[in-house]
């Protein structure tokens, strides 16, 4: 009797809690609960009307739906369900268009990928699935060609390259040092990319200009041997 009367609480409890979550977003979004029921319903009928109840496209959506939570898992943000999916929507909205600009022409996969890694400045797994499925090519195909070629990044890169160089000649100047001063301002470490997308960090052998050295460079930019003062104002410069 006591373990049965325990659940009960503990569904209750579960239940009451679900009550003020749906109860705090009506606030938040300024509805009633009619009118959430009536935008409810008639999501239900284009979600039925759309044929998304059918097995192969339910998954495929689940399929979707999941990604979309792990895709801002990797890009380091924490997003509620909805707010992920609406964004891998308008993601995948965008690489809609790039497909129509080829007239889903799978002959122009390598053209679709780079217009793709300029506008993400990465190769996201969602806008891959949806490359894989409007062209009917296989996702481990387009996987293949992401990682063969150096253009394309599988992972978030951020929309300024900064390259630290650890040459010889600059590794005798203090590259490390510089290195280390770099880190600091950006809080990131060499392969990373900081949470707002604006910055990915990587090391280098050579960056051409030894004379220079220690030297950094931000995209085409060179700037050689700054201070940490220095490097903030240029950080900030490129904001």
């Given at each position: 009797m006591k373990k049965g009367t325990g659940k009960s609480v503990d569904a209750g409890s579960r239940s009451g809690g679900q009550s003020r979550v749906v109860s705090r977003n009506l606030k938040e979004t300024k509805s009633t609960k009619s009118d959430a029921l009536l935008r409810g319903l008639k999501l239900l009928s284009?979600?039925?009307?759309?044929?998304?109840?059918d097995v192969p496209l339910s998954k495929d959506l689940k399929d979707l739906e999941e990604e979309a939570i792990r895709h801002a898992?990797?890009?380091?943000?924490?997003?509620?369900?909805?707010?992920?999916?609406?964004?891998?929507?308008?993601?995948?909205?965008?690489?809609?268009?790039?497909?129509?600009?080829?007239?889903?022409?799978?002959?122009?996969?390598?053209?679709?990928?780079?217009?793709?890694?300029?506008?993400?400045?990465?190769?996201?797994?969602?806008?891959?699935?949806?490359?894989?499925?409007?062209?009917?090519?296989?996702?481990?195909?387009?996987?293949?060609?992401?990682?063969?070629?150096?253009?394309?990044?599988?992972?978030?890169r951020g929309r300024h390259l900064v390259q630290v160089c650890l040459g010889t000649a600059c590794q005798v100047r203090?590259?490390?040092?510089?290195?280390?001063?770099?880190?600091?301002?950006?809080?990131?470490?060499?392969?990373?990319?900081?949470s707002e997308q604006k910055f990915s960090l990587m090391t280098v052998n050579c960056l051409g200009c030894c004379a220079l050295g220690p030297v950094i460079a931000i995209d085409e930019d060179f700037y050689s041997n700054p201070s940490v003062k220095q490097l903030k104002q240029i950080v900030a410069s490129y904001k």
């Open positions: 284009e979600y039925y009307s759309l044929g998304l109840n898992a990797v890009l380091k943000q924490i997003k509620k369900k909805n707010e992920a999916i609406g964004q891998v929507s308008r993601e995948l909205t965008r690489v809609e268009n790039i497909l129509e600009k080829y007239k889903n022409d799978k002959e122009a996969l390598i053209q679709i990928l780079l217009d793709i890694q300029e506008q993400s400045h990465w190769l996201p797994k969602p806008a891959l699935m949806w490359v894989s499925e409007k062209l009917g090519v296989p996702l481990a195909q387009i996987y293949h060609i992401g990682t063969f070629y150096k253009a394309f990044s599988l992972v978030p203090g590259g490390p040092r510089t290195l280390d001063r770099v880190k600091a301002v950006l809080n990131i470490s060499p392969g990373e990319t900081d």
